[in-house]
């Protein structure tokens, strides 16, 4: 299964890479979700006091010159770094890295609402500045070399690197920056153009390789530079030549030209896809690249489902898969390639914290307005019994959205954090005090539902106006029924359909009228996007460990009705008050007692049904590939730091096992 890099994906485990990668891909690249995953107080370093110099201004505020950048001035590693402490400089380049896909595509535009886009389009395209995979929340130059900006963060100044080009040889400019910040404006995601529409009241190319952005001061001086420097760069003249056909919003198979390492070769819609690295790639030996793109070939082979996908990596069809299906890892890999040695079978620790993946309630529907109602269809699901019987007890529990981390909130609010909340005034509601934080609720692994179970969500059923009838089904005051339906894609892991199949006779057991449905892939993306669903199983929710846009295009109101990111339409005045508060913080310390509000309020308001978490990387390959000793903390990395070993892949193929 393939699973995207970078920190603000690394905790996202994915049902199908197809079915629900591609826009939270694009939303990454855009820098909306990179906030969203940064970490914990650190100690500003040594090296990145030196780093940074100043200069007086008219206005007497200091500007900031730097080659990298975060919100509190904190950079690991200096301006003459090499390499990235996690990253094999030395790592051979060439070979092939084959990936496993279910589903369908018929699109090569990762940034448009419209269509299926294929996997990993985004490789194509450099950005300004990109986060990094062992810390939170910091920013090293790709595209430029350098930035300054004020001490207030209300303009931005990046340098472009004069030796970048784009993969026709032409170099990239300013001009092509804000052409490309234009064109996700003007036509990208809704809510990433709001957003960013209102940040940004200028962008302006200074000169060949110099580009400003002025920002909105009115606004929070959060997630400003961070934003508008990962936004991915596209060559202007090529869209400019068929403007009508060559839109960002718009399904087409025809590739946009970028500047980053691989550039696509060639596809069989819905069969596979084949990228290959730039023997002309310009930032090959930038500091930032160093140790990375060290495949030759990354190509994606599609199947109809899991169970073909499977077999086929069985088969060597595909060389590397991240499994997320606990049947599979727990029964399935002891296959004779594995017992020979030739399929290598690995955990390894995943530093993030858990994506808040669960049953996500479409809050937009009447029956699921009253939170007694969506707190009784919570009892019904049983996570142990689920644990036990489909997934092999490989599964943790999860109650918070930044589960074992310093942030997650616990018991009363109390301290520094309960001062936050007073500070906040009527936004807070008077129960949330004296309430502890939602934690789920305990079931009896030895049976689907409990009697003692159905007796408390009947209780919350018949408080909220919904009493059970002699049929067995709950109705309200009118007659109508409770009913709940869910929505899952054909290609879905069977232990996650299984795991609706039980929930669903839970469901009807305190007198839900539940039922789900399975639908083809590309009508399960567009139902999804229109939110045609009373739930839905969904990963995209992101954890956080910093503030920034990402928290608004996930949780805020103003983009609750039409965001892709946000599939509850949670709108929280309380949520959006530590959300705005939190923009405001002065110090990391600050920041995290309002990310620990944040982390009870979400919980308050009770938008997700969790469904647990994998604590580690699920890893299986054939044996010719190798990685760093160090794996950074926020990435397995193994799209972008694993390499090929040239004498294992020739031994494997001298040997029959791969063509």
Known sequence: MIRTTRPAAAAIRSLDPIAFRPLLGALTALGIALAAQAGWAQDASPAAADTAKTSAEATDQKIITSHGYSYFGELDYPADYDHFDFANPDAPKG???????SGTFDSMNPYSRKGRAGALTTLQYDSLIESTEDSVGQYYGILAESLEYPEDKS??????????TFWDGTPVTADDVVYSHKLFITQGLPSYAAAVGEMVTGAEALDEHTVKFTFNTEL?????IETVGATPVFKKAWFEEDPEKRRLDEPRM??????????????????????????DYWGRDIPFNKGRHNYGTIRVEYF????????????????????????????????????????????????????????????????????????????????????????????????SFVEGTPIEAKGLPEGAELEFLKSLGD??????????????????????????TRRQAGALLQEAGWTVGDDGLARNEAGETLKLHMIIPSNIEASVESMHETYVQNLRAIGVDASYEKVDPSQYTLRQRERDYDMIYSSRYGAFLSTGGGLSQMYGSREAEFSLFNPAGLASPLVD??????????????????????DRALRYEFFIVPD????????????????????????????????????????????????
């Open 220 to 224: 929070t001086k959060r997630s400003r």
């Open 155 to 164: 303009w931005v100044i990046f340098h472009i690197r004069p030796e970048a």
């Open 95 to 101: 070979g092939e890295i084959v990936l496993g896909a």
């Open 612 to 659: 647990g978490y994998i604590a580690d990387y699920w890893v299986a390959y054939y044996d010719m590939y190798e990685h760093p000793e160090t794996i950074p903390p926020y990435d397995l990395g193994y799209l972008s730091l694993w390499w090929v070993n040239p004498d294992k892949e020739k031994a494997l193929k001298e040997a029959g096992v791969l063509k």
């Open 427 to 452: 936004a807070v509601p008077e129960d949330l005090y004296s309430t502890d934080v939602w934690t789920m609720h305990q079931s009896n692994p030895e049976e689907l539902i409990s009697r003692s």
């Open 577 to 598: 008050a530590i959300i705005k508060a939190s923009f405001e913080a002065s110090s990391q310390a600050e920041t995290d007692v309002a990310l620990m509000a944040l």
């Open 304 to 399: 109809s489902d899991q169970t073909a996908s499977f077999e086929a990596f069985k088969a060597g069809e595909y060389t590397f898969r991240v499994e997320s299906d606990p049947k599979l890892w727990a029964t399935s890999y002891d296959f004779p390639r594995i017992q020979q040695g030739t399929v290598k079978k690995e955990e390894i620790a995943d530093g993030s914290p858990p994506n808040p993946t669960g049953f996500v309630f479409n809050l937009a529907k009447p029956q699921l307005k009253d939170k007694r109602v969506r707190e009784a269809i919570a009892l019904a699901f049983n996570f142990e019994w689920s644990n036990e019987s489909l997934r092999y007890g490989l599964y943790s529990p999860r109650s």
């Open 254 to 279: 025809e590739v946009a030209v970028g500047s980053g390492p691989y550039k696509l070769d060639s596809y069989e819609v819905n069969r596979r896809i084949v990228y290959k690295l730039r023997d």
